[in-house]
């Protein structure tokens, strides 16, 4: 009833929880999650697919690619893990954010905030709790908390001591729950500092499933599903016990008692893994610190630096100083600072937020905020009577469709989001990109590849081959070279539907041909080829803007994909840069 995993899936998956109720809650907990979920840096890649995992739910990477010699069905899609949640016995949920960092890979666990049924973002965040420290229990449980840090206190083997008057202060307050600072209200080199060093103090290997599975093959491959269901429910119980562990500070006191054969020694391992001695105190101060001593070098120092310099040199000087202190205060009191934030909380932990906020979009595509370490879900539209064509559709250019030619062995693979949209008297078909699997980019990502719409048949041929396997044409828009790479422009063309279910959009000027199948992607996944994934915090979301193929530095058997071009993008985008007048390039940055 649910309708997130079917009922054979649901039977093996009871084998982990408490009772079907458990399960239960935990279905209707993670349903919203599942689906397509993006974000516009860097351009030619950011998508990651949400899909049931065993007693969870994965969110992989889809690389960017091109078309293997086996076509988009048959073809291996590589992908990368960048999360998942996963439920305990009792139908709770937890939180394990992917990453590699120097050829080892971990995970890094934490909570999950309420999922909100509408939900449209999921925020990677740094959570602060406050202690009740009304009661005898909560305060001696509160004077050793994990992975703290506190203004006045001691910090011992990674716990915190708060000093008596320190507590006098927040009874005679009524406790500060309330005025715990948000950690959106940070800014952005604070929030990625703090991430970055909570990141570095919680994250676990999981012993000897580097390269284990995160879902099942297909149920028609029978031993391999038999043998990934094995090896699945040997990592859930390790994931389930690292998190126990964890929360309940069980630093080595015991040993697992009663238990028997190969899981022993990994237990064991992560409890030896699991004790806080850090001092978060000291790594976040040595980061504050060492980003103060580059902050000169770094360029947004040097346009904070121009700017001060054209500042100084206007007419009037006390003016000058008066506009810099205005623009000082304001941008002080935009953000709260990381000791205030840091101050109102107890414990803090990673948390992954999954909300419902108010966004603008074009064609289909929601405008999004540079400096969130967030993904937005692409709302995907159910295939109907009156909107047949809605849905994920993979893409290449050239005829036949979905298969390489002799002459140009690797094609571009494009994912393409389609859906309906209402204007006037208009019934529009929009095909959004939202993956391209080239080497650099040439489309924006969220760009509308084709409009066409279907209350308008075209009587156009088709170009390659016979019209008689066509059932509806329509007349419509494609993309092409525009205003710049922002803004591309359109050239008239038309859509062609055929009797196998292929589309194929024609350019009527060029007669370039794209030609579009629908995809399964959870199938196409489970027949993939995984990959590493990126480090942790860039593996959630990428937000450095790049036009290369940023996630392919890997090598790969099954497709040619080539070294990355990122630092020579990097370079051509800085010399454009330093080309211009400092004020311009102020406003550039």
């Not at 399960?23 to 351009?43: A, D, M, S, T, Y």
């Not at 992989?60 to 078309?67: H, K, T, V």
């Amino acid at each position: 009833m649910v309708g997130v995993v079917p009922h054979g899936d649901l039977v093996e998956w009871r084998e982990g929880v408490s009772s079907y109720k458990a399960l239960c809650r935990f279905l209707l907990r993670v349903k919203p999650l599942l689906g397509i979920w993006v974000h516009q840096n860097p351009e030619l890649g950011n998508l990651v697919y949400v899909m049931p995992g065993f007693v969870s739910v994965v969110g992989c990477r889809i690389i960017p690619q091109e078309l293997g010699h086996l076509g988009i069905q048959d073809g291996p899609i590589q992908w990368s893990s960048v999360f998942e949640v996963i439920g305990d016995f009792d139908g709770s949920t937890t939180f394990f954010l992917h990453g590699r960092e120097e050829e080892t890979d971990y995970v890094h666990p934490g909570s999950v905030k309420y999922i909100d049924e509408s939900c449209n973002v999921l925020l990677l965040e740094i959570e602060g709790r406050v202690q009740d420290y009304g009661s005898s229990s909560s305060s001696s449980s509160s004077s050793s908390t994990t992975a703290l840090l506190h203004d006045s206190g001691a910090m011992i083997s990674g716990r915190v001591c708060r000093s008596n008057s320190e507590i006098s202060r927040l009874q005679r307050e009524g406790g500060n729950a309330e005025a715990i600072v948000p950690f959106n209200k940070l800014a952005f080199s604070d929030r990625k500092r703090l991430l970055e060093v909570t990141i570095g103090l919680v994250r676990q290997e999981v012993p000897g499933m580097d390269d284990g599975p995160l879902f099942p093959a297909m149920r028609d491959d029978c031993d391999n599903f038999h043998k990934n269901l094995v090896l699945l429910k040997e990592r859930r119980a390790i994931l389930c016990e690292m998190c126990n562990l964890v929360s309940s500070r069980i630093d080595n006191e015991e040993s697992s008692e009663g238990a028997d054969g190969p899981l022993q020694s990994e237990q064991d391992d992560i409890r030896k893994s699991c004790n806080w001695s850090k001092d978060f105190s000291n790594l976040l101060n040595k980061e504050k610190s060492h980003i103060q001593c580059t902050k000169k070098k770094s360029l947004g120092g040097y346009f904070w630096g121009g700017f001060k310099q054209i500042l100084r040199k206007s007419s009037s000087v006390n003016e000058s100083h008066a506009i810099l202190e205005k623009f000082t205060s304001r941008r002080e009191t935009k953000h709260a600072r990381l000791e205030d934030f840091l101050r109102s909380s107890d414990t803090i932990g990673l948390t992954l937020k999954a909300s419902t906020v108010k966004l603008s979009t074009y064609r289909a595509w929601p405008n999004m905020p540079d400096n969130w370490f967030a993904l937005f879900k692409m709302p995907l539209q159910v295939p109907s009577a009156d909107q047949i064509y809605a849905g994920l559709w993979g893409g290449t250019f050239g005829w036949p469709p979905g298969k390489p030619s002799q002459d140009k062995p690797g094609k571009a693979l494009f994912f393409l989001l389609l859906s309906y949209e209402e204007s006037q008297e208009q019934k529009l078909l929009i095909a959004t990109k939202i993956l391209e699997g080239t080497h650099y980019v040439l489309h924006p990502n969220g760009s509308a590849m084709f409009i066409v719409d279907i209350n308008q048949p075209s009587y156009d041929s088709f170009p390659c081959g016979s019209n008689t396997d066509i059932t509806h044409a329509f007349t419509g828009e494609g993309i092409s070279n525009g205003y710049g790479f922002r803004y591309p422009g359109s050239k008239p063309g038309s859509l062609f539907i055929f009797e196998n279910g292929v589309l194929a959009f024609v350019w009527k000027d060029t007669m370039s041909v794209l030609t579009l199948q629908r995809l399964h992607l959870q199938e196409l996944l489970k027949k993939g080829e995984r990959v590493p994934s990126l480090p942790p915090i860039n593996n959630f979301s990428y937000l450095t803007k790049s036009y290369s193929n940023v996630f392919t530095g890997f090598p790969s058997a099954s497709t040619s994909s080539p070294s990355p071009r990122f630092d020579f993008t990097l370079t051509c985008q800085f010399a454009f840069i330093f080309q211009l007048p400092p004020c311009f390039m102020m406003f550039y940055s």
